[in-house]
């Protein structure tokens, strides 16, 4: 029987970016240098593959630095961490490993810069996600406020909007972020912003290849973890800018759903792309099992190049 011809157009770039390669380097080189076990704070990046990978490797994932022994390695994920999680690891003598991506380590500096400055600081991101608990941990309590969504831009209530500034969580829809501060900037005139944008080069890079093949593909496939904020943005950026249908395939079960339920046309278009840390073997896999099924042509459809790198700290790059 002949397969069903379809069209795979491969999102570039995808994937690991500079920062998660870094956080996973890190507790790879930390286990060589100090050997097994060495602590994690937290899933190092959202991915369910990388954490057994390095679990199997001697890493013991915890959530708080009071699950793991004193005088230990501990490592502070990519995401961030609030001040007072330093502060424990100190107290309870730990070799602190510090793995939180570049960029969002520059969110916490410009907190920090503004609360210096007297300003009250609107942080615009995710309630409960890791990296916003971080930002948020970096100054004190009255200090900083939340903003989830447009309702939350309007409704803000602030003391002095003369001495106001705003960070955003770095994962976010670049969309989604416009609308708020369109809102915020025609409220607050006076806000003060970073000198860059916040959100992540990765994070930007990956929903413009999303846009541009959604404009061509009718269903988009994201491989990336259901607590992976940038892979859930990639969902719903494919789904508003022409993407028929688009899904978040964190499983081998769901996988499988599509394939089971998927019925394309003849030369149907398929997307396919996945979350900044998701790794290259799952988008591997899938393509094998596509084959398996239908008679694939792969389509590179790359937007733009990527060549950031970011060190590893300086304890750990002799190793």
Same mark, same amino acid.
Not at 94 to 106: E, F, G, N, R, Y
Not at 123 to 135: A, K, Q, S
Not at 273 to 298: D, H, M, R, W, Y
């Given at each position: ?22 956080? #996973?380097?890190? %507790?790879?080189?930390?286990? @060589? $240098? ?9 899933? =190092?990046? /959202? +991915? ?55 960029? #969002?380590?520059? %969110?916490?500096?410009?907190? @920090? $810069? ?9 942080? =615009?991101? /995710? +309630? ?192």
């Amino acid at each position: 029987m002949n397969k069903q011809n379809i069209n795979l157009y491969l999102a570039s770039p995808r994937g690991f970016c500079a920062g998660v390669d870094r956080a #996973v380097k890190i %507790v790879e080189q930390a286990l @060589k $240098k100090y050997g097994p076990p060495v602590y994690v704070r937290h899933e =190092i990046v /959202h +991915n369910e593959e990388v954490v057994d990978s390095l679990t199997k490797a001697g890493a013991v994932f915890v959530e708080e630095v009071s699950e793991a022994p004193e005088n230990s390695i501990m490592i502070f994920s990519a995401h961030g961490v609030p001040k007072t999680v330093f502060k424990e690891a100190k107290h309870r003598k730990m070799i602190s490993i510090d793995a939180t991506c570049p960029l #969002v380590t520059k %969110v916490h500096n410009e907190t @920090k $810069k503004h609360s210096n400055k007297g300003n009250h600081i609107l942080l =615009i991101g /995710h +309630n409960f996600h890791p990296e916003v608990i971080g930002t948020m941990g970096q100054v004190s309590e009255n200090e900083i406020t939340l903003i989830q969504n447009k309702e939350d831009a309007n409704n803000v209530i602030v003391k002095n909007p003369d001495k106001l500034a705003y960070a955003t969580q770095t994962t976010l829809s670049v969309e989604d972020t416009e609308v708020i501060l369109k809102i915020l900037k025609s409220r607050f005139p006076k806000i003060n912003g970073p000198s860059t944008d916040d959100i992540c080069y990765a994070t930007t890079n990956r929903q413009l290849a999303v846009k541009s093949m959604a404009k061509i593909c009718d269903c988009i496939l994201v491989i990336g973890s259901k607590n992976s904020s940038n892979s859930k943005r990639l969902v719903e950026v494919a789904k508003v800018n022409g993407a028929k249908e688009a899904f978040l395939i964190s499983s081998e079960d769901d996988l499988m759903y599509f394939l089971k339920n998927y019925n394309p046309t003849f030369n149907s278009n398929l997307g396919l792309t996945s979350g900044a840390s998701a790794p290259e073997t799952l988008i591997k896999v899938l393509i094998t099992k596509l084959n398996k099924k239908f008679e694939v042509c792969q389509i590179d459809h790359e937007v733009i190049k990527e060549d950031i790198h970011f060190n590893l700290p300086k304890s750990l790059r002799s190793i």
